[in-house]
């Protein structure tokens, strides 16, 4: 069956069905994990679809699944770890840095540790837990960590009033921002109301807001935009995105950062 063929009845099957899985289009089809993620990609460049994690829904269809962290920290791993480095090399010795939750920002704050006297601000309880282990083992040579407090959410993201109010007294030099989803349209979204909030705030007293995300990201919309793409000084992603996203995003974005992924 030729591509074009192929898609023409994935895109049928989300517009009778609402939505579909990879897992299940590679049965239905007898191809590789990765050409229905390519099929995928080029319906969603398209307009046909919307790319949700592990699959596609319909355009105008929001996504509000929202996987916890440690799934989500093994998907994309080279890919994250790319972005990470390219991030952490942003980051400037003494300066005030916010960490927002998710895994690729978690990857991030791993590479900060070898940054010296920085001042870590997060809301996510992987990187306080990971910078509190940092401070027992380097002494005062860590970075010093600022929790905000709140109610964790399913992928650890303290939210919710108390870690609002925490974070709007603050300014940072930096953000190291995660998002579930990147659109051209949609902006940054995730699936969690309350961690929406909480990320309005973390841009709200960023004086540079860094997004950290891996091509897969793109295309994803999720149930809670929070910041628009214009609100973006830089987007570091892998050289897995599309060269029509790159075109978007370097047009919306300040700058935009484009990682090379290993091997590539």
Sequence with gaps: MLAQQRRALILEQVRRDGAVRVTELVELFGVSDMTIRRDLDSLARGGGVEKVHGGAVAVGVATADEPGFEAKSTRESAAKAAVADAAAALVEPGSVVAVSAGTTAFAVASRLLAVPQLTVVTNSLPVAELLRAAA??????????????????????????????????????????????????????????????????????????????????????????????????????????????????????????VAPLPGG
């Design 136 to 257: 027992r083992e380097l002494g005062e040579a860590a970075p010093t960590l600022l929790l905000t407090g709140g109610s964790p959410t399913r992928s650890a993201a303290l939210v919710g009033p108390l870690a609002d109010q925490a974070i709007r007294t603050l300014h940072v030099d930096l953000l190291i921002l995660g998002a579930h989803g990147v659109s051209e349209h949609a902006g940054l979204t995730t699936p969690n109301l309350g961690e929406a909030e909480t990320n309005r705030a973390l841009v709200a007293g960023a004086r540079r807001v860094v997004v950290v995300a891996d091509h897969t990201k793109w295309g994803v919309v999720a149930l809670s935009s929070f910041a628009r793409l214009a609100d973006v000084d830089c987007l570091v992603t892998d050289d897995g995105l599309p060269a029509q996203a790159r075109t978007v995003l370097a047009e919306a974005v300040g700058e935009l950062v």
